[in-house]
């Protein structure tokens, strides 16, 4: 929290994204009694493997274990997620013309299985340990959305971005309403911090960016309960991080496509940085960890607002050992 308001701190914090995720053992020993989707509209289980992981890495924070893509639901959109296939939207999202089938998020009572697990989680957390909520950026849940699921070159999503400026607004706006009444739904629940994913806007360009997505993701920011840091975070991309800055955020999520010190210098060191290894790495050697860790601190130079994180999700195949090692020469590294 400290990292986050650039405020002096006698470490570099560190957490990792997807750390519950299924690099974990007991992780994978819970998702063989039910699907991934059945997992997070479970509370006690969400919370369980959460936990579990923060006790088992040693991380200075726990995030929420939850998915992007439920926030869909209650929306309108038939969410299945296909074993080897990931999330796949069986009503999506194909032209003006169904622009009206995507549905207000009047009420978050659907999603109350995810407040559920936040009030679990923060219960079961040291009181000193801070739990981060999260949501999916309007733009990468219009991507699912109208892509039917992930995407290569994102090609239905801007036809109808280019093709129809009304109708693309319109599911922003209303995807943007619904992001804002979730996140502040997290917060009222007990989370102390909040992560935006902007997974997919990496495909963007930046004159794209600021045409069709930053109004939206301003909106967000702006709207979201004072005080309580926002972790705004995109991939895919370097070239929108001045645009990231603009769009809002108190610390600002870099992958491992451009070094930290260009990003932190490019982003203004008056906000708070977050990232930004390779999650690569973490299949290689304890020794080739510990380099990179020492070269990622040594470009953050000790300036206060640096939390280290991956620059992505941990992948499945990551040796438990190898995180836990990155936790700990981060953690022996100032």
């Keep these: 929290m400290k990292a986050a308001r650039r405020e002096p701190s006698e470490r570099t914090p560190i957490w990792l994204m997807r750390q519950a995720g299924r690099f974990l053992p007991e992780y994978r020993a819970v998702r063989q009694k039910m699907s991934f989707l059945e997992l997070c509209k479970n509370p006690d289980l969400s919370a369980e493997v959460m936990l579990t992981a923060v006790q088992r890495l040693g991380v200075d924070a726990a995030i929420l274990f939850a998915d992007l893509l439920p926030i869909l639901e209650p929306m309108g959109l038939k969410l299945e997620f296909s074993a080897g296939e990931g999330p796949v939207i069986h009503n999506p999202i194909r032209g003006p013309e169904d622009v009206d089938r995507l549905r207000e998020l009047e009420s978050v009572a659907p999603l109350d299985f995810v407040l559920q697990a936040v009030r679990k989680t923060r219960a079961g957390l040291p009181e000193d340990l801070p739990l981060i909520g999260f949501a999916g950026a309007p733009f990468t849940l219009a991507s699912y959305a109208i892509e039917g699921g992930a995407s290569r070159n994102h090609l239905r999503v801007k036809s109808l971005m280019y093709g129809d400026a009304g109708a693309w607004n319109a599911i922003m706006?209303?995807?943007?309403?619904?992001?804002?009444?979730?996140?502040?739904?997290?917060?009222?629940?007990?989370?102390?911090?909040?992560?935006?994913?902007?997974?997919?806007?990496?495909?963007?360009?930046?004159?794209?960016y600021r045409r069709y997505?930053?109004?939206?993701?301003?909106?967000?920011?702006?709207?979201?309960?004072?005080?309580?840091?926002?972790?705004?975070?995109?991939t895919g991309n370097p070239a929108l991080l001045p645009l990231m800055r603009e769009a809002g955020g108190d610390v600002i999520g870099i992958d491992w496509r451009i070094r930290l010190d260009d990003a932190w210098r490019t982003i203004g060191y008056d906000k708070a940085v977050q990232g930004n290894l390779d999650p690569a790495v973490l299949l290689s050697e304890p020794a080739e960890i510990r380099r990179r860790v020492r070269d990622i601190l040594d470009q953050a130079g000790g300036r206060p607002g640096h939390i280290f994180n991956l620059g992505h999700g941990v992948y499945p195949q990551t040796p438990v050992d190898s995180a836990i090692a990155l936790v700990e020469a981060v953690h022996g590294g100032d």
């Design 173 to 208: 706006a209303r995807l943007a309403r619904a992001v804002v009444r979730y996140l502040n739904a997290q917060i009222d629940a007990g989370v102390q911090a909040v992560q935006l994913f902007d997974s997919w806007v990496g495909c963007l360009g930046p004159d794209d």
């Design 213 to 234: 997505v930053l109004p939206h993701t301003r909106v967000v920011i702006q709207h979201l309960r004072p005080g309580v840091p926002v972790i705004h975070f995109a």
